[in-house]
């Protein structure tokens, strides 16, 4: 993030090390991993990416000798230094982070910013290329920063990996084999069997599955190691849901549960996330393994075939795109997929012809076209890390690229979250995947520029059926048919292009 929103100047090596130093220097310790703690630190690093000081540049070495092996494309990053930096902060927040507009909203009032609705009404026009690859790297690629001498910590290490084992052969007894008080902090309890016997449909009435719901040693060790991450656990009262411990894997793991909160154990740590309280979708577990909802029928792979099932986990099923998201079982009428997070989402796909009536349409089973085209969607937008409830995606314009082009699907996809919010995103489908901004799933209209077989350039925009794409910006004159608008640059392509839909 603050690699993007830096002013669009220097060398790629120098941008990526001053953004990391930031990104460094804005760490406040453990509160920062609490969600107002996240948000604060955002707001500290978009400041000072915002108006870097000249001092960042002084004392550089350390953070590039740590530069990951390869360095972004520098297509997005020159189109993005085109833009206001207000726009560039929202276009960033929208597009790359994945952040609800009201999210961006609230940001941009920390920055001050007088109008953030225009500013974000800006950045939504914005139309740039999707860059040659992709722009977000993984942590564990990168390398560590040294600005010290290694010796100290490399004894640390070693220390904390001794004291690691002595407690893990203790178990979970203190002195005269009393329990430690972070074990008596937070208990771990299963479902009551009267919430299962009343048939209640929440997550309060899963049951705990598992072969190791009896380990007491290693249940509190799971419990301890959550009450000791602070502010991953939610304030008030002692006790947390047992949903799962088992040999998931053939490693022991725990699956908790507080409220809207996920907390999955392992030999390797504590992972916390918010999952939302759907008591249907499925949890992840890790490893493309699912823990079902108890009554769940059989789950089928995407080719129909079965999928074995132990003690409420469904055997691997990761989605078998490049990027890891997407489809990746059958459960009945419904057809789930990863789209990042701790939840499997319900998948939902409609044809050219679908016409919104103002109500949800039922789930159903995706067939193959519709499997194909989320497989290409899934991996087209960034993971999305807050509790997906559903997502739609609508063909809302189908049809053969000018100029020599091949045929292309353009998409609106609309994914819902756990928290009542929605978003949406277009795509364009043809020999490659072009992410092509925002979206209204009621009135989808869409644009984006597009270089031709030939060499040349274009801006390209569709719209819903009912509706003609209107277009202002650096274009020549737009010819629109069969609500295909094709207008050439008349400056360079890529710069930003306002669009609208008008009644046909």
Same mark, same amino acid.
């Given at each position: 993030? !603050?690699?993007?929103?830096?002013?669009?100047? %220097?060398?790629?090596?120098?941008?990526?090390?001053?953004?990391?130093?930031?990104?460094?220097?804005?760490?406040?310790?453990?509160?920062?991993?609490?969600?107002?703690?996240?948000?604060?630190?955002?707001?500290?690093?978009?400041?000072?990416?915002?108006?870097?000081?000249?001092?960042? #540049?002084?004392?550089? $070495?350390?953070?590039?000798?740590?530069?990951?092996?390869?360095?972004?494309?520098?297509?997005?990053?020159?189109?993005?230094?085109?833009?206001?930096?207000?726009?560039?902060?929202?276009?960033?927040?929208? =597009?790359?982070?994945?952040?609800?507009?009201?999210?961006?909203?609230? #940001?941009?009032?920390?920055?001050?910013?007088?109008?953030?609705?225009?500013?974000?009404?800006?950045?939504?026009?914005?139309?740039?290329?999707?860059?040659?690859?992709?722009?977000?790297?993984?942590?564990?690629?990168?390398?560590?920063?040294?600005?010290? *001498?290694?010796?100290?910590?490399? /004894?640390?290490?070693?220390?904390?990996?001794?004291?690691?084992?002595?407690?893990?052969?203790?178990? *979970?007894?203190?002195?005269?084999?009393?329990?430690?008080?972070?074990?008596?902090?937070?208990?771990?309890?299963?479902?009551?069997?009267?919430?299962?016997? %009343?048939?209640?449909?929440?997550?309060? &009435?899963?049951?705990?599955?598992?072969?190791?719901?009896?380990?007491?040693?290693?249940? +509190?060790?799971?419990?301890?190691?959550?009450?000791?991450?602070? %502010? +991953?656990?939610?304030?008030?009262?002692? /006790?947390? #849901?047992?949903?799962?411990? $088992? =040999?998931?894997?053939?490693?022991?793991?725990?699956?908790?549960?507080?409220?809207?909160?996920?907390?999955?154990?392992?030999?390797?740590?504590?992972?916390? &996330?918010?999952?939302?309280?759907?008591? @249907?979708?499925?949890?992840?577990?890790?490893? %493309?393994?699912?823990?079902?909802?108890?009554?769940?029928?059989?789950?089928? &792979?995407?080719?129909?075939?079965?999928?074995?099932?132990?003690?409420?986990?469904?055997?691997?099923?990761?989605?078998?795109?490049?990027?890891?998201?997407?489809?990746?079982?059958?459960?009945?009428?419904?057809?789930? $997929?990863?789209?990042?997070?701790?939840?499997?989402?319900?998948?939902?796909?409609?044809?050219?012809?679908?016409?919104?009536?103002?109500?949800? @349409?039922?789930?159903?089973?995706?067939?193959?076209?519709?499997?194909?085209?989320?497989?290409?969607?899934?991996?087209?937008?960034? !993971?999305?890390? =807050?509790?997906? /409830?559903?997502?739609?995606?609508?063909?809302?314009?189908?049809?053969?690229?000018?100029?020599?082009?091949? *045929?292309?699907?353009?998409?609106?996809?609309?994914?819902?979250?756990?928290?009542?919010?929605?978003?949406?995103?277009?795509?364009?489908?043809?020999?490659?995947?072009?992410?092509?901004?925002?979206?209204?799933?009621?009135?989808?209209?869409?644009?984006?520029?597009? #270089?031709?077989?030939?060499?040349?350039?274009?801006?390209?925009?569709?719209?819903? !059926?009912?509706?003609?794409?209107?277009? =202002?910006?650096?274009?020549? /004159?737009?010819?629109?048919?069969?609500?295909?608008?094709?207008?050439?640059?008349?400056?360079?392509?890529?710069?930003?292009?306002?669009?609208?839909?008008?009644?046909?």
């Amino acid at each position: 993030m !603050a690699y993007f929103v830096l002013p669009g100047r %220097g060398k790629r090596v120098y941008r990526l090390a001053i953004a990391r130093r930031i990104v460094d220097g804005t760490a406040r310790g453990p509160r920062d991993r609490t969600a107002p703690g996240l948000a604060r630190r955002r707001t500290r690093v978009l400041r000072r990416a915002l108006r870097p000081s000249r001092r960042l #540049q002084i004392g550089l $070495g350390p953070w590039l000798r740590a530069l990951p092996a390869r360095l972004p494309d520098p297509a997005l990053t020159a189109a993005l230094a085109e833009l206001d930096p207000h726009v560039r902060v929202a276009y960033v927040l929208l =597009r790359i982070e994945g952040l609800p507009k009201y999210a961006v909203r609230d #940001q941009l009032r920390e920055l001050r910013v007088r109008d953030p609705w225009a500013v974000i009404d800006a950045a939504c026009a914005v139309a740039i290329p999707v860059p040659r690859r992709a722009e977000r790297f993984d942590p564990a690629h990168l390398r560590p920063v040294r600005t010290r *001498s290694v010796l100290p910590l490399a /004894t640390a290490a070693v220390l904390t990996a001794g004291l690691v084992a002595v407690l893990a052969h203790t178990g *979970s007894s203190g002195p005269g084999g009393t329990r430690p008080a972070a074990v008596r902090d937070l208990r771990l309890v299963p479902a009551a069997p009267s919430a299962r016997a %009343g048939g209640a449909r929440t997550l309060d &009435a899963w049951p705990a599955r598992g072969d190791l719901t009896g380990d007491r040693a290693f249940l +509190d060790r799971a419990a301890a190691a959550w009450a000791a991450a602070k %502010g +991953d656990r939610e304030p008030g009262g002692r /006790t947390a #849901q047992l949903l799962y411990a $088992g =040999r998931a894997g053939g490693a022991p793991l725990a699956l908790m549960r507080r409220g809207d909160r996920i907390a999955r154990y392992t030999a390797a740590g504590l992972d916390v &996330a918010t999952a939302g309280t759907d008591p @249907s979708a499925p949890i992840a577990l890790g490893g %493309g393994r699912y823990l079902l909802a108890p009554g769940n029928p059989a789950p089928r &792979a995407l080719d129909g075939t079965g999928l074995p099932v132990r003690d409420g986990v469904v055997a691997p099923a990761p989605a078998r795109t490049p990027c890891g998201r997407g489809p990746l079982f059958h459960l009945g009428d419904r057809t789930f $997929g990863d789209l990042g997070g701790a939840r499997a989402a319900v998948l939902t796909f409609h044809s050219p012809a679908y016409e919104p009536s103002g109500r949800p @349409s039922p789930p159903a089973r995706l067939g193959p076209g519709a499997l194909k085209a989320w497989s290409r969607l899934g991996c087209l937008g960034p !993971a999305r890390h =807050r509790p997906v /409830t559903g997502a739609m995606a609508w063909n809302f314009w189908s049809g053969t690229l000018p100029h020599g082009g091949a *045929s292309a699907d353009w998409f609106c996809t609309r994914t819902a979250y756990a928290d009542g919010a929605a978003d949406g995103t277009s795509a364009l489908l043809a020999r490659k995947a072009y992410a092509t901004g925002a979206c209204d799933a009621r009135r989808p209209v869409a644009g984006t520029w597009w #270089q031709a077989p030939s060499g040349r350039w274009y801006y390209l925009a569709a719209a819903g !059926a009912g509706l003609v794409p209107r277009a =202002r910006g650096p274009i020549g /004159t737009p010819a629109v048919a069969h609500r295909l608008l094709v207008a050439p640059p008349e400056r360079r392509p890529g710069a930003p292009v306002a669009l609208t839909a008008a009644p046909r």
